[in-house]
Protein backbone atom coordinates (compact mmCIF):
# COMPACT_ATOMS: atom_id res chain seq x y z
CA UNK A 1 0.00 0.00 0.00
CA UNK A 2 1.11 3.51 -0.53
CA UNK A 3 1.42 5.75 2.28
CA UNK A 4 0.36 9.03 1.17
CA UNK A 5 1.43 12.16 3.43
CA UNK A 6 -0.91 14.62 4.37
CA UNK A 7 1.33 18.22 3.26
CA UNK A 8 0.83 21.37 4.66
CA UNK A 9 -0.55 24.09 2.71
CA UNK A 10 2.13 26.56 1.68
CA UNK A 11 2.07 29.37 3.90
CA UNK A 12 2.44 31.99 0.94
CA UNK A 13 -0.37 31.39 -0.28
CA UNK A 14 -3.20 34.31 0.19
CA UNK A 15 -6.44 33.44 1.60
CA UNK A 16 -9.50 34.87 -0.01
CA UNK A 17 -11.01 37.40 2.19
CA UNK A 18 -13.24 40.47 0.96
CA UNK A 19 -12.00 43.39 -0.96
CA UNK A 20 -11.42 46.30 1.54
CA UNK A 21 -13.36 49.20 0.25
CA UNK A 22 -12.48 52.10 1.25
CA UNK A 23 -14.90 55.58 2.13
CA UNK A 24 -14.63 58.07 -0.48
CA UNK A 25 -13.11 61.05 0.75
CA UNK A 26 -15.13 63.95 1.42
CA UNK A 27 -14.80 66.93 -0.37
CA UNK A 28 -13.96 70.23 1.74
CA UNK A 29 -16.75 72.05 0.77
CA UNK A 30 -18.90 69.40 2.64
CA UNK A 31 -17.08 70.25 6.21
CA UNK A 32 -17.91 72.64 9.29
CA UNK A 33 -17.83 75.25 6.85
CA UNK A 34 -20.25 73.92 4.49
CA UNK A 35 -22.66 73.72 7.88
CA UNK A 36 -21.96 77.19 8.70
CA UNK A 37 -21.96 79.04 5.54
CA UNK A 38 -24.75 77.71 3.79
CA UNK A 39 -28.17 75.38 4.86
CA UNK A 40 -29.57 75.09 1.62
CA UNK A 41 -30.60 71.40 2.26
CA UNK A 42 -32.64 72.31 5.35
CA UNK A 43 -34.56 75.31 3.90
CA UNK A 44 -35.55 73.51 0.34
CA UNK A 45 -39.25 72.36 0.50
CA UNK A 46 -40.64 69.02 0.78
CA UNK A 47 -42.35 67.18 -1.85
CA UNK A 48 -45.94 66.20 -1.30
CA UNK A 49 -44.72 62.48 -1.34
CA UNK A 50 -41.75 63.42 1.20
CA UNK A 51 -44.17 65.18 3.38
CA UNK A 52 -46.60 61.95 3.14
CA UNK A 53 -44.08 60.10 4.22
CA UNK A 54 -43.11 62.21 7.33
CA UNK A 55 -46.68 62.35 8.64
CA UNK A 56 -46.88 58.42 8.39
CA UNK A 57 -43.59 58.00 9.99
CA UNK A 58 -44.71 60.52 12.92
CA UNK A 59 -48.29 58.80 13.07
CA UNK A 60 -46.57 55.27 13.26
CA UNK A 61 -44.78 57.15 16.53
CA UNK A 62 -47.89 58.07 17.95
CA UNK A 63 -49.63 55.11 17.39
CA UNK A 64 -46.91 52.58 19.07
CA UNK A 65 -47.31 55.36 21.87
CA UNK A 66 -51.06 54.51 22.29
CA UNK A 67 -51.69 58.20 21.28
CA UNK A 68 -54.68 57.12 18.99
CA UNK A 69 -56.81 60.20 18.36
CA UNK A 70 -53.47 61.78 17.29
CA UNK A 71 -51.76 59.00 15.22
CA UNK A 72 -55.59 58.83 13.62
CA UNK A 73 -55.31 62.64 11.94
CA UNK A 74 -51.84 62.20 11.12
CA UNK A 75 -52.34 58.97 8.74
CA UNK A 76 -55.48 60.87 7.63
CA UNK A 77 -53.24 63.30 6.37
CA UNK A 78 -51.13 60.69 4.95
CA UNK A 79 -53.87 58.70 3.39
CA UNK A 80 -54.16 61.65 1.50
CA UNK A 81 -50.51 62.19 -0.20
CA UNK A 82 -49.60 61.07 -3.65
CA UNK A 83 -47.63 57.78 -2.75
CA UNK A 84 -50.43 54.53 -3.17
CA UNK A 85 -48.64 51.92 -1.06
CA UNK A 86 -48.34 54.80 1.97
CA UNK A 87 -51.82 55.89 1.55
CA UNK A 88 -53.22 52.50 1.62
CA UNK A 89 -50.66 51.25 5.04
CA UNK A 90 -52.42 55.20 6.36
CA UNK A 91 -55.96 53.74 5.68
CA UNK A 92 -55.51 50.77 7.25
CA UNK A 93 -54.04 52.05 10.31
CA UNK A 94 -56.77 54.50 10.31
CA UNK A 95 -59.38 51.94 10.57
CA UNK A 96 -57.40 49.98 13.50
CA UNK A 97 -57.35 53.71 15.39
CA UNK A 98 -61.00 53.76 14.74
CA UNK A 99 -61.50 50.18 16.14
CA UNK A 100 -59.80 50.89 19.73
CA UNK A 101 -61.32 54.31 19.61
CA UNK A 102 -64.75 52.61 19.80
CA UNK A 103 -63.65 49.39 22.00
CA UNK A 104 -67.32 49.02 24.23
CA UNK A 105 -66.39 49.81 27.54
CA UNK A 106 -65.79 46.95 30.13
CA UNK A 107 -68.70 45.57 31.98
CA UNK A 108 -67.37 44.15 35.36
CA UNK A 109 -69.78 42.47 37.41
CA UNK A 110 -67.74 40.15 39.83
CA UNK A 111 -65.00 40.26 42.46
CA UNK A 112 -63.24 38.08 39.53
CA UNK A 113 -63.88 40.58 37.02
CA UNK A 114 -62.22 43.19 38.39
CA UNK A 115 -59.34 41.61 39.22
CA UNK A 116 -58.67 40.47 35.94
CA UNK A 117 -59.15 43.24 34.35
CA UNK A 118 -57.14 45.15 37.01
CA UNK A 119 -53.88 42.87 36.50
CA UNK A 120 -54.10 43.23 32.83
CA UNK A 121 -53.95 46.76 33.52
CA UNK A 122 -50.72 46.54 35.83
CA UNK A 123 -49.27 44.76 32.65
CA UNK A 124 -49.86 46.84 30.57
CA UNK A 125 -48.13 49.98 32.96
CA UNK A 126 -51.82 51.64 33.43
CA UNK A 127 -50.96 51.01 37.42
CA UNK A 128 -53.11 53.82 38.64
CA UNK A 129 -56.29 52.35 37.07
CA UNK A 130 -55.21 49.16 38.29
CA UNK A 131 -55.06 50.12 41.85
CA UNK A 132 -59.23 50.91 41.41
CA UNK A 133 -60.39 48.26 39.64
CA UNK A 134 -58.73 45.84 42.36
CA UNK A 135 -59.84 47.77 45.18
CA UNK A 136 -63.28 47.50 43.86
CA UNK A 137 -62.53 43.70 43.38
CA UNK A 138 -61.55 43.62 47.43
CA UNK A 139 -64.84 45.58 48.48
CA UNK A 140 -66.69 42.95 47.10
CA UNK A 141 -64.31 39.95 47.83
CA UNK A 142 -62.13 41.05 50.73
CA UNK A 143 -60.80 37.63 51.91
CA UNK A 144 -59.24 36.40 48.61
CA UNK A 145 -55.67 36.41 48.86
CA UNK A 146 -54.70 36.81 45.42
CA UNK A 147 -56.73 40.38 44.82
CA UNK A 148 -54.31 41.35 48.12
CA UNK A 149 -51.64 40.01 46.35
CA UNK A 150 -52.17 41.88 43.11
CA UNK A 151 -53.21 45.02 44.81
CA UNK A 152 -49.93 44.97 46.65
CA UNK A 153 -48.18 44.68 43.28
CA UNK A 154 -49.89 48.12 42.07
CA UNK A 155 -49.02 49.68 44.76
Do not use: W
Not at 33 to 48: D, K, N, Q, V
Not at 82 to 110: F, G, I, K
Amino acid sequence: MLEKKKSAAPKNIERRTKPKVSKPATPPSSGPARAAGSSHESSAPLTPAAKQRASFEGAMKLFHARRLGEARELFAGAAQGPERDVAQRAQLHMAMCDRRLDQATVNLRSAEDYYNYGVALINTRRIVEARTHLEKALEISPNTDHIHYALALAH
